[in-house]
Every structure is written in structure tokens, then in C-alpha cells.
């Protein structure tokens, strides 16, 4: 699936289930909580702090497609082609980060 797609199957989906979109100021605080999560199970997980029982069982690639989720209400409510924005981002990285990386002596 695309992001084009992806866009359309959640806009969908809150037409349908979620009656409207949050505001974007509250779809901005969401992302910011659900990144949160994220960050949580990383630093416990792969990170230096110890894990507490109640978050072994967190599903990492739940909450990571929790913030796509977001990501995609916030492009949808503002009018962004988020497809055409990672395609330009991705061109623009191509471009100026193929050399910078492999030169990078601490990627070594």
C-alpha cells in the first residue's frame, strides 16, 4: 500500500467511525504521546533502562503504526499529498546524503 492510499483508507475510516477529525491541535498532541510510547519501549527495550513487566508485552510495531496513524489525520486535515512530500524528501536525501553517509568515518 501507498501513502496516497494510506490517506484515503484513514480519512475513510474517520468518516465512518470516527465522526470527525480532531483539531489539529489535539492530533498534534496525540503524536506527540504516541511518540512518547515509542520511545518508551525503545529506550527500555534497546536502551540503557530496565524494562518493567507491565511494558514487556507492548507491541512496538503497534504503537509506531499509532503515530503513521496520526501523521496521516494531520496530512489529510491540512491538505498534504503525503506521498508526493516523502517522494520530493526522499529525492532531496538521495541527493545530498549519498556521499555524506559513506564518507562519515563513524559509520565505519
Not at 22 to 33: D, I
Not at 76 to 99: S, W
Request: aromatic share 6%.
Amino acid at each position: 500500500m501507498d501513502i496516497k492510499n494510506a490517506q484515503l483508507i484513514v480519512d475513510n475510516w474517520i468518516k465512518e467511525h470516527g465522526v470527525r477529525y480532531f483539531n489539529e491541535l489535539t492530533n498534534m498532541a496525540q503524536l506527540t504521546e504516541e511518540v512518547g510510547e515509542v520511545a518508551r519501549i525503545i529506550a527500555r527495550r534497546y536502551g540503557e533502562q530496565s524494562e518493567k513487566e507491565s511494558d514487556k508485552n507492548k507491541d512496538l510495531g503497534e504503537e509506531l503504526a499509532d503515530v503513521v496513524f496520526v501523521v496521516l489525520c494531520l496530512a489529510n486535515q491540512t491538505g498534504i499529498d503525503l506521498q508526493a512530500a516523502f517522494d520530493k524528501k526522499m529525492d532531496i536525501k538521495t541527493n545530498r546524503d549519498h556521499d555524506r553517509h559513506h564518507n562519515n568515518p563513524k559509520l565505519k
